[in-house]
T-cell receptor, first 113, second 117 residues
Framework: KQEVTQIPAALSVPEGENLVLNCSFT??????LQWFRQDPGKGLTSLLL?????REQTSGRLNASLDKSSGRSTLYIAASQPGDSATYLC????????????FGAGTRLFVKA | DAGITQSPRYKITETGRQVTLMCHQT?????MFWYRQDLGHGLRLIYY???????DKGEVPDGYVVSRSKTENFPLTLESATRSQTSVYFC????????????????FGNGTRLTVT
């Protein structure tokens, strides 16, 4: 059974710091891994999607990497800002079971001004 | 604005009542999904649809019914609401891609917070 784990569960950093969020998954039979951000009371906003054949994706200050063989992904946020404060979730789309996507519980990030 | 609109944003209903949550998207995405988000369980797929008139069960379909007569709408109905269905419900969509549509990113609405008393 696929499990997705995100560490740490919560993180507080001062503004300007570079940080890394971690996501691990137990089954490497995936189509892709997607990172989302969720603001309180809001839906999920797609940040980056890495296909299983790719190693990384970049968007602005965000860089996500994928090591499928070891079941790990990282989301790197450069020069963090208070506006980055949110919960970040990773999700893997399984190669079995149609569109089944397993979500991690998320990392709650707080960036202090 | 283009995107996914869910209504209502908040709903309180009583056990045993039927309630329908609405989802409307303006992207003409082929795929639409319903998820529920609960503390301790994260997001779980209830139902999804690959096109109008094509729907399939997800992980937790019991107690829910969906329909998709038009590409842009994907309503979710709780036929007889139970307290265990108290949750935040999210609708999502993704587009059909050449090659693998499984690699199309998910786009979410803002959710409906449902309370069953």
């Amino acid at each position: 059974k696929q499990e997705v784990t995100q560490i740490p569960a919560a993180l507080s950093v001062p503004e300007g710091e570079n940080l890394v969020l971690n996501c691990s998954f137990t089954d490497s039979a995936i189509y892709n891994l997607q990172w989302f951000r969720q603001d309180p009371g809001k839906g999920l906003t797609s940040l980056l999607l890495i296909q299983s054949s790719q190693r990384e994706q970049t968007s602005g200050r965000l860089n996500a990497s994928l090591d499928k063989s070891s079941g790990r992904s990282t989301l790197y946020i450069a020069a963090s800002q208070p506006g980055d404060s949110a919960t970040y979730l990773c999700a893997v789309r399984l190669q079995t079971g149609g569109f089944k996507t397993i979500f991690g519980a998320g990392t709650r990030l707080f960036v202090k001004a | 604005d283009a995107g996914i609109t869910q209504s209502p944003r908040y709903k309180i209903t009583e056990t045993g009542r039927q309630v329908t949550l609405m989802c409307h998207q303006t992207w003409s995405h082929s795929y639409m999904f319903w998820y529920r988000q609960d503390l301790g369980h994260g997001l779980r797929l209830i139902y999804y649809s690959a096109a109008a008139d094509i729907t399939d069960k997800g992980e937790v379909p019991d107690g829910y019914v969906v329909s998709r007569s038009k590409t842009e709408n994907f309503p979710l109905t709780l036929e007889s609401a139970t307290r265990s269905q108290t949750s935040v419900y999210f609708c999502a969509s993704s587009e059909r891609l050449r090659g693998s549509s499984y690699n199309s990113p998910l786009h979410f609405g803002n959710g409906t917070r449902l309370t069953v008393t």
